[in-house]
């Protein structure tokens, strides 16, 4: 049977991690990785998490399995954190997800469950993995035109034009906030002319939230998924707790179905833990009950939220430096964008042979695309960064 397997195309992310690895250079700069990293090049445990851990550690009495769905109080906390009270309660149906590409992929297999025919629009670009998992489990994709190679923002134009030609039933995958792999946004005026369209259309909204806290802050971020989950007739929701609360390891997300329509709720959560048994049973528990643990507990809550503005600032500073050293060293102002764009990533917008001149004279790793990680700077690398994307003539 195993001589019938054949090779699977590498990752190209983890294949630039390797690179990186193994390059001999002291000099070099990792803007691939998709992990927060502190000014020291560490992922660090956040300190409301090593408190919650070491509660847990003296408290939890059991290791015995919470449920299908995971334990509800984690589901409520998080539906809290991230809805709010934008939908009520009664018309979300949730489970935990081993991380946020696990909630993304027992989404799609809800879509592929419920409607073989749909289509899956996703933005151009898109964050791999999902086209990676839609394509294996045999959804068609249509991509949606997304970020503008020349102004290095939002097509949005041309994201109306391509949503139109969708049909009812179709689903379009949007990410809440701090767009991955470029940064850019929409405004909330343009959010709301998305969910009109998809209402006009027939649409299913599928929101994929990873990075709630690292853009415009907490509630901010939420604002977006907030107004789509409550406008429109049913919404998929995709939530990590990778990046804001930095558990990576821990693989804890949840995957939300929202509906108009309450009386769906007992079928959509049956449903949903239907998926769970099939894929993998009983969802991870101690990520979530780290931030349950966090959620509910008014001093690790505050404690959390003040670290995670930390970051987030962090990472406002480091985008706002360097865009002014590439001002400063190119006497244009063409490189605003990277102050403009929100979240861990930025896409640069140079071409594929310029990237590679970064990695091989400059020992600058970022992906092909030229999306690379804000937070894999810090004071001292910005100016080294400027100076080689002048040099190779970005």
Same mark, same amino acid.
Request: glycine fraction near 8%.
């Given at each position: 049977?195993?001589?019938?397997?054949?090779?699977?195309?590498?990752?190209?992310?983890?294949?630039?991690?390797?690179?990186?690895?193994?390059?001999?250079?002291?000099?070099?700069?990792?803007?691939?990785?998709?992990?927060?990293?502190?000014?020291?090049?560490?992922?660090?445990?956040?300190?409301?998490?090593?408190?919650?851990?070491?509660?847990?550690?003296?408290?939890?009495?059991?290791?015995?399995?919470?449920?299908?769905? /995971? %334990?509800?109080?984690?589901? !409520? #906390?998080?539906?809290?954190?991230?809805?709010?009270? @934008? &939908?009520?309660?009664?018309? $979300? +149906?949730?489970?935990?997800?081993?991380?946020?590409?696990?909630?993304?992929?027992?989404?799609?297999?809800?879509?592929?469950?419920?409607?073989?025919?749909?289509?899956?629009?996703?933005?151009?670009?898109?964050?791999?993995?999902?086209?990676?998992?839609?394509?294996?489990?045999?959804?068609?994709?249509?991509?949606?035109?997304?970020?503008?190679?020349?102004?290095?923002?939002?097509?949005?134009?041309?994201?109306?034009?391509?949503?139109?030609?969708?049909?009812?039933?179709?689903?379009?995958?949007?990410?809440?906030?701090?767009?991955?792999?470029?940064?850019?946004?929409?405004?909330?005026?343009?959010?709301?002319?998305?969910?009109?369209?998809?209402?006009?259309?027939?649409?299913?909204?599928?929101?994929?939230?990873?990075?709630?806290?690292? /853009? %415009?802050?907490?509630?901010? !971020? #939420?604002?977006?998924?907030?107004?789509?989950?409550? @406008? &429109?007739?049913?919404?998929? $929701? +995709?939530?990590?707790?990778?990046?804001?609360?930095?558990?990576?390891?821990?693989?804890?997300?949840?995957?939300?179905?929202?509906?108009?329509?309450?009386?769906?709720?007992?079928?959509?959560?049956?449903?949903?833990?239907?998926?769970?048994?099939?894929?993998?049973?009983?969802?991870?528990?101690?990520?979530?009950?780290?931030?349950?643990?966090?959620?509910?507990?008014?001093?690790?809550?505050?404690?959390?939220?003040?670290?995670?503005?930390?970051?987030?600032?962090?990472?406002?500073?480091?985008?706002?430096?360097?865009?002014?050293?590439?001002?400063?060293?190119?006497?244009?102002?063409?490189?605003?964008?990277?102050?403009?764009?929100?979240?861990?990533?930025?896409?640069?917008?140079?071409?594929?042979?310029?990237?590679?001149?970064?990695?091989?004279?400059?020992?600058?790793?970022?992906?092909?695309?030229?999306?690379?990680?804000?937070?894999?700077?810090?004071?001292?690398?910005?100016?080294?960064?400027?100076?080689?994307?002048?040099?190779?003539?970005?």
């Amino acid at each position: 049977m195993f001589e019938n397997l054949k090779p699977q195309p590498a990752d190209k992310i983890l294949a630039l991690m390797q690179m990186y690895r193994e390059d001999p250079r002291e000099q070099k700069i990792d803007l691939g990785v998709g992990v927060y990293k502190d000014a020291n090049g560490v992922t660090p445990v956040m300190r409301a998490v090593k408190a919650a851990e070491q509660r847990i550690w003296e408290e939890q009495d059991s290791k015995a399995y919470t449920g299908l769905a /995971g %334990d509800p109080v984690y589901a !409520d #906390a998080m539906i809290s954190l991230i809805l709010g009270t @934008s &939908v009520p309660r009664a018309n $979300i +149906a949730a489970v935990a997800t081993p991380g946020g590409t696990g909630a993304c992929r027992q989404a799609f297999e809800l879509i592929r469950m419920a409607n073989r025919s749909a289509r899956v629009f996703v933005s151009n670009p898109t964050w791999p993995n999902h086209i990676s998992i839609l394509n294996y489990l045999g959804i068609e994709t249509v991509a949606y035109r997304y970020f503008d190679e020349e102004t290095r923002g939002v097509d949005f134009d041309g994201m109306i034009e391509d949503l139109k030609t969708a049909k009812a039933g179709d689903v379009v995958l949007l990410h809440g906030c701090c767009h991955n792999p470029t940064g850019a946004n929409l405004n909330m005026v343009q959010w709301q002319e998305v969910v009109n369209l998809i209402n006009d259309r027939g649409l299913v909204a599928m929101i994929d939230i990873a990075y709630q806290g690292f /853009g %415009d802050g907490l509630n901010e !971020d #939420a604002q977006a998924t907030r107004l789509v989950a409550s @406008s &429109v007739k049913e919404c998929l $929701i +995709a939530a990590s707790c990778s990046k804001n609360f930095g558990v990576y390891r821990e693989r804890t997300g949840l995957l939300m179905a929202a509906s108009a329509d309450a009386g769906q709720t007992t079928l959509n959560q049956g449903t949903l833990a239907f998926l769970n048994r099939q894929n993998y049973s009983f969802p991870p528990d101690h990520g979530a009950r780290v931030v349950t643990t966090i959620l509910m507990d008014e001093g690790l809550r505050t404690d959390w939220m003040a670290e995670l503005e930390e970051v987030r600032l962090s990472m406002l500073g480091l985008r706002r430096q360097l865009a002014d050293e590439l001002q400063r060293l190119s006497g244009s102002d063409r490189f605003g964008f990277l102050a403009q764009h929100r979240g861990m990533f930025s896409r640069l917008g140079a071409a594929p042979e310029l990237v590679e001149k970064l990695r091989v004279e400059h020992g600058i790793y970022m992906v092909g695309d030229s999306r690379m990680n804000i937070a894999g700077l810090n004071e001292a690398t910005v100016p080294i960064l400027a100076k080689a994307i002048i040099d190779v003539g970005v």
